[in-house]
């Protein structure tokens, strides 16, 4: 059975400040990786997944996630946030597209 | 293309009353999803469908909660009777099929609150 920690529950940072949260995953097959977002009072999105090739793996709005498969991590980054990344950030791992499994969410809060 | 489609958006119940969450998922999608969402927690999957067929239900509290979704197109979630701690937020999802490499799409959820 897979799992999925997400050490940090909140981060606040400053606007235009970089910003890491950090994804941890355990699992016995071989994984694929998401990290969705939630703005408040909206459905989960889809931030970026990582199935196969390139383990750097890019968003449209300028996040960025490296799987690490010896370090069996897959955390998230931005060189500089801005107000409107404030949400809550939930990566995910799926066993070949099955069953998906949720960590328990990072608050991210970008203060002006 | 339209994606998943839940209604309704809110619910408030007392304990011990019965609920009923309709979801309709992205058109041609074979793999349907229903999680339940606890405030401050991450999405938990309640069960688990591919087409009309049930894949995982082992987190679900059977005793109260079931779902069907009998045509292969969209689903119905129920409660009965419900408990203070169901309140949460159900979430449906849809993936293209259950041997595809793919992402789930989301619905924006119910909100249910029993008091």
């Known amino acids: 059975a897979q799992s999925v920690t997400q050490l940090d529950s909140q981060v606040p940072v400053f606007e235009e400040a970089p910003v890491e949260l950090r994804c941890n995953y355990s699992s016995s097959v071989s994984v694929y990786l998401f990290w969705y977002v939630q703005y408040p009072n909206q459905g989960l999105q889809l931030l970026l997944k990582?199935?196969?090739?390139?383990?750097l793996v890019e968003s449209i709005n300028g996040f960025e996630a490296e799987f690490n498969k010896s370090q069996t991590s897959f955390h998230l980054r931005k060189p500089s946030v801005h107000i409107s990344d404030t949400a809550e950030y939930f990566c995910?791992?799926?066993?070949?597209?099955?069953?998906?499994?949720f960590g328990p969410g990072t608050r991210l809060s970008v203060l002006p | 293309e339209a994606g998943v489609a839940q209604s309704p958006r809110y619910k408030i119940i007392e304990k011990r009353q019965s609920v009923a969450f309709w979801c309709n998922p992205i058109s041609g999608h074979a793999t349907l999803y229903w999680y339940q969402q606890i405030l401050g927690q991450g999405p938990k999957l309640l069960i688990q469908?591919?087409?009309?067929?049930?894949?995982?239900d082992s987190q679900l509290p059977k005793d109260r909660f079931s779902a069907e979704r009998l045509k292969g197109v969209d689903s119905t979630l129920k409660i009965q009777p419900a408990k203070l701690e169901d309140s949460a937020v159900y979430l449906c999802a849809s993936s293209l099929d259950f041997y595809t490499l793919t992402e789930a799409f989301f619905g924006q959820g119910t909100r249910l609150t029993v008091v």
């Open positions: 990582y199935l196969s090739g390139s383990t």
């Open positions: 469908f591919q087409n009309n067929g049930v894949v995982d």
């Open positions: 995910a791992v799926s066993d070949y597209g099955q069953n998906f499994v």
